[in-house]
């Protein structure tokens, strides 16, 4: 029963980093796409201020939980001269089992995609 | 003849330290054998199989992720009306081929999951959101947790996701 107990200790603090882990890489990933469908969204307008607003507006969509606590646009660089528009959306994740000096995580994810509202040069 | 002699070297000592005594009571009672039985089945039965149970749920959960995925690629590019199709490519098409795939094989999706699409205008744009329920049944049906999802019970979850439709016209056809 000893031996049972002491595997106990051992296996449930490794179970619930485990699942720590794959909180962290499933918000991972959803900053990731949060990020492209942002750029994307920012990739449909012709100028900055309407880069913004659209990409602004792909972050309004994400719905907040326990998990994410809040996501926000950090930064649109919209570069008619190369055609490309680039964005950096941030994530603010809440472990779901909060480690000494680690319950939070602060992910940030970048996208480039091409402007899409000009006509391409011949 | 000299591991004779060395084996009772060894016990004259072990008598001389006092060690005889506890070696002879364990091996007397049989207390380790007894334990043995009731440790293996508390280790077993609430740590190993619900552990397994957790991956096996995990593992499905990133298939359906995947599925998803591949439906929300798929909705964004065509219209409308074939996106809210019943019998169409979204709705039906990919998560037949999904099935038989290693991905759709080895997640333990027990029905068939149940997709909605929906388009939301915003901002000039049109979102396409694909929401998909999947019931996932545990690996290993555990009978001590008889309603605990993922463990003792189908663990039920929805995954939606969004995307950005590809040509704006194909929200009105």
Request: charged share 15%; glycine share 6%; net charge neutral.
């Amino acid at each position: 029963m000893i031996e049972t107990m002491t595997a106990f200790l051992i296996l449930i603090p490794v179970g619930l980093a485990a699942f720590n882990l794959f909180v962290l890489v499933s918000t991972t990933q959803i900053n990731e796409q949060l990020a492209e469908t942002a750029s994307r969204a920012a990739a449909t307008k012709g100028d900055q201020q309407g880069a913004l607003n659209a990409a602004q507006d792909a972050v309004d969509h994400v719905a907040t939980s326990n998990v994410i606590q809040s996501a926000a646009l950090e930064q649109v660089n919209f570069d008619p001269v190369a055609g490309f528009v680039n964005v950096t959306t941030t994530m603010v994740v809440k472990l779901p089992v909060p480690l000494p000096y680690f319950s939070e995580a602060n992910c940030r994810a970048n996208s480039i995609q091409p402007i899409v509202s000009t006509p391409a040069p011949r | 003849m000299s591991f004779v002699r060395d084996y009772i070297k060894r016990e004259r000592s072990c008598v001389a330290s006092g060690c005889a005594g506890v070696r002879r009571r364990r091996s007397r009672t049989g207390a380790a054998i007894a334990e043995f039985g009731p440790a293996l089945f508390i280790l077993f039965f609430f740590a190993l199989f619900p552990a397994v149970d957790l991956i096996g749920v995990g593992l499905s959960y990133c298939s359906c992720m995947s599925l998803v995925d591949l439906q929300l690629r798929e909705a964004c590019k065509i219209p409308r009306t074939q996106a809210l199709d019943p019998k169409g490519s979204v709705q039906m098409g990919i998560p037949n081929a999904w099935r038989p795939t290693v991905m759709g094989g080895a997640s333990s999706v027990g029905d068939y999951p149940v997709t909605q699409v929906e388009y939301n205008p915003s901002m000039g744009n049109i979102y396409v959101t694909v929401t998909t329920t999947f019931y996932i049944h545990p690996l290993l049906q555990i009978p001590f947790f008889p309603n605990v999802p993922a463990i003792g019970a189908p663990f039920v979850t929805t995954i939606a996701k969004s995307r950005i439709l590809e040509n704006p016209a194909f929200a009105a056809q």
